[in-house]
């Protein structure tokens, strides 16, 4: 089992036509069942045709309909790339992958707040990952993004983060010490988004096959501390945490849109004292991670 994807999804290419949408899809393609799972492509102007053996729809809807994906990938241009997330929605869609960088915040503002009226309206609820995110990926089932697969290793170890370069060390510590991973999810660094650590760890609760996770966040916002309080009443199984940007000063915008610290909670001082005071095993040393996860399970 995993959360979110398996080896039975069905995925869209929103963008795929593009040159960062089809490497992708061809390296997503080649990595495990990929094959089977990329099923269709989007673009308005190149309805009718193919590339690289999948069928380009003119529509999300159309492509929904004639497949039966139920997840979409987006690598659509910064301007174009909340509209896309937007189609994926009124499309019925489970989840809508989002891995553009650089989307206007207005835009995100503005597609947020209609997908929750359209919620509370009794609409399908649609899980949006992302933006400016890695992706996602069930070991030797499925990868949906820009991770390499070859470091990945399937197991029962649960990884969570907002960075991607971190998700990937996580990642790679397991795999070489024998350990795997049941799924590994890549939030994103934007401040307006979708999956937060919270999600994510509800996920990693109740999956029977994940049996402690590492969870890895980032200076700014309080993500990371909702989802340690949650996990102190909630979570069943063991946490390793570490928080990036120790040394960051505060007011200085670092590296991701949404790790700008104001000085208060959301410095990584603050955060890792919050998940330790939350019962996560936590860890200044990134290299450190999965070697205390073994010391866990």
């Given at each position: 089992m995993s959360i979110l994807i398996n080896k039975d999804t069905k995925i869209i290419t929103q963008g795929m036509t593009g040159k960062t949408g089809q490497f992708h899809t061809e390296k997503c393609q080649e990595y495990a069942n990929g094959k089977n799972?990329?099923?269709?492509?989007?673009?308005?102007?190149?309805?009718?045709?193919?590339?690289?053996?999948?069928?380009?729809?003119?529509?999300?809807?159309?492509?929904?309909?004639?497949?039966?994906?139920?997840?979409?990938?987006?690598?659509?241009?910064?301007?174009g790339a909340a509209a896309a997330i937007w189609e994926a929605v009124e499309a019925d869609l489970d989840l809508v992958v989002c891995i553009t960088e650089g989307i206007p915040v207005r835009d995100m503002l503005i597609v947020r707040n209609r997908m929750k009226k359209r919620e509370a309206a009794g609409g399908k609820k649609t899980l949006l990952l992302g933006p400016n995110c890695p992706g996602l990926?069930?070991?030797?089932?499925?990868?949906?993004?820009?991770?390499?697969?070859?470091?990945?290793?399937?197991?029962?170890?649960?990884?969570?983060?907002?960075?991607?370069?971190?998700?990937?060390?996580?990642?790679?510590q397991l795999t070489e010490i024998g350990l795997g991973q049941s799924t590994a999810v890549g939030t994103g660094g934007d401040p307006i988004n979708g999956l937060k650590h919270i999600d994510i760890m509800r996920m990693f609760n109740d999956d029977p096959d994940?049996?402690?996770?590492?969870?890895?966040?980032?200076i700014g916002?309080?993500?990371?501390?909702?989802?340690?309080?949650?996990?102190?009443?909630?979570?069943?199984?063991?946490?390793?945490?570490?928080?990036?940007?120790?040394?960051?000063?505060?007011?200085k915008r670092m590296g991701h849109a949404g790790a700008l610290i104001s000085g208060g909670a959301d410095t990584a001082d603050a955060?890792?004292?919050?998940?330790?005071?939350?019962?996560?095993?936590?860890?200044?040393?990134?290299?450190?991670?999965?070697?205390?996860?073994?010391?866990?399970?």
């Amino acid at each position: 089992m995993s959360i979110l994807i398996n080896k039975d999804t069905k995925i869209i290419t929103q963008g795929m036509t593009g040159k960062t949408g089809q490497f992708h899809t061809e390296k997503c393609q080649e990595y495990a069942n990929g094959k089977n799972c990329f099923v269709a492509g989007v673009n308005p102007k190149k309805a009718g045709e193919s590339l690289l053996g999948i069928p380009i729809f003119g529509s999300v809807k159309d492509a929904a309909v004639a497949t039966g994906a139920t997840v979409s990938v987006i690598y659509v241009p910064p301007p174009g790339a909340a509209a896309a997330i937007w189609e994926a929605v009124e499309a019925d869609l489970d989840l809508v992958v989002c891995i553009t960088e650089g989307i206007p915040v207005r835009d995100m503002l503005i597609v947020r707040n209609r997908m929750k009226k359209r919620e509370a309206a009794g609409g399908k609820k649609t899980l949006l990952l992302g933006p400016n995110c890695p992706g996602l990926i069930t070991p030797d089932e499925v990868k949906i993004g820009i991770m390499p697969g070859h470091i990945h290793r399937k197991g029962r170890i649960g990884v969570v983060s907002r960075s991607g370069t971190l998700t990937y060390e996580a990642v790679g510590q397991l795999t070489e010490i024998g350990l795997g991973q049941s799924t590994a999810v890549g939030t994103g660094g934007d401040p307006i988004n979708g999956l937060k650590h919270i999600d994510i760890m509800r996920m990693f609760n109740d999956d029977p096959d994940t049996d402690a996770v590492i969870m890895i966040g980032e200076i700014g916002g309080p993500d990371e501390a909702d989802a340690a309080m949650w996990c102190k009443a909630n979570m069943k199984k063991p946490i390793v945490g570490f928080i990036a940007g120790v040394t960051a000063p505060a007011g200085k915008r670092m590296g991701h849109a949404g790790a700008l610290i104001s000085g208060g909670a959301d410095t990584a001082d603050a955060k890792l004292a919050i998940m330790e005071e939350c019962g996560f095993t936590v860890t200044r040393d990134p290299s450190e991670m999965a070697r205390l996860i073994t010391k866990l399970i």
